[in-house]
């Protein structure tokens, strides 16, 4: 077995498409509508999905917002420099919400990022310990 994706259901698809592949350089892999569920998916990542864990954006048409709970927490990201790539991704429009820097109680050095829906994204480095 092995984890194939997550899923995000997203209030403006090309949005979350922009952010996704333009801030944070993911490739959009695949994408199909379902007229009759009125909802397409997209799926997004690193590499292929035979090789990779995804995420699955579900954008359903008639729905334009949705209650993030308490629960969700993070999905996280490997990147080589946590600090570098909070510059990069603040260059390119994304909201860093939580700045570089070591980890509460830990010691990895981590920042946390807000997609355009508001789900929080964590930036990790290879070195992290935590
Ligand atoms: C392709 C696979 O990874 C899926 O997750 S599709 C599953 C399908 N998704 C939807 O219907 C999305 C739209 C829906 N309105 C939503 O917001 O979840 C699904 O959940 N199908 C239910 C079923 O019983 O088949
Ligand atoms: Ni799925």
């Not at 899923?7 to 996704?20: G, N």
């Not at 990147?79 to 909201?95: F, L, M, Q, R, W």
């Given at each position: 077995?092995?984890?194939?994706?997550?899923?995000?259901?997203?209030?403006?698809?090309?949005?979350?498409?922009?952010?996704?592949?333009?801030?944070?350089?993911?490739?959009?892999?695949?994408?199909?509508?379902?007229?009759?569920?009125?909802?397409?998916?997209?799926?997004?990542?690193?590499?292929?999905?035979?090789?990779?864990?995804?995420?699955?954006?579900?954008?359903?048409?008639d729905?334009?917002?949705?209650?993030?709970?308490?629960?969700?927490?993070?999905?996280?990201?490997?990147?080589?420099?946590?600090?570098?790539?909070?510059?990069?991704?603040?260059?390119?429009?994304?909201?860093?919400?939580?700045?570089?820097?070591?980890?509460?109680?830990?010691?990895?050095i981590?920042?946390?990022?807000?997609?355009?829906?508001?789900?929080?994204?964590?930036?990790?480095?290879?070195?992290?310990?935590?």
């Open positions: 077995m092995r984890l194939l994706h997550t899923m995000l259901r997203v209030s403006d698809l090309e949005k979350s498409l922009s952010f996704y592949t333009n801030v944070l350089g993911m490739k959009l892999l695949r994408r199909k509508d379902y007229p009759e569920g009125k909802f397409t998916l997209a799926f997004i990542g690193y590499g292929d999905e035979s090789d990779n864990t995804v995420l699955e954006l579900t954008h359903n048409w729905t334009n917002s949705y209650d993030l709970g308490n629960a969700y927490g993070h999905i996280a990201i490997e990147v080589e420099d946590v600090y570098a790539a909070c510059d990069s991704i603040k260059a390119k429009g994304g909201e860093v919400v939580r700045e570089a820097g070591p980890m509460k109680h830990g010691s990895s981590l920042a946390f990022v807000k997609d355009p829906d508001g789900y929080m994204i964590e930036l990790l480095s290879p070195s992290r310990k935590d």
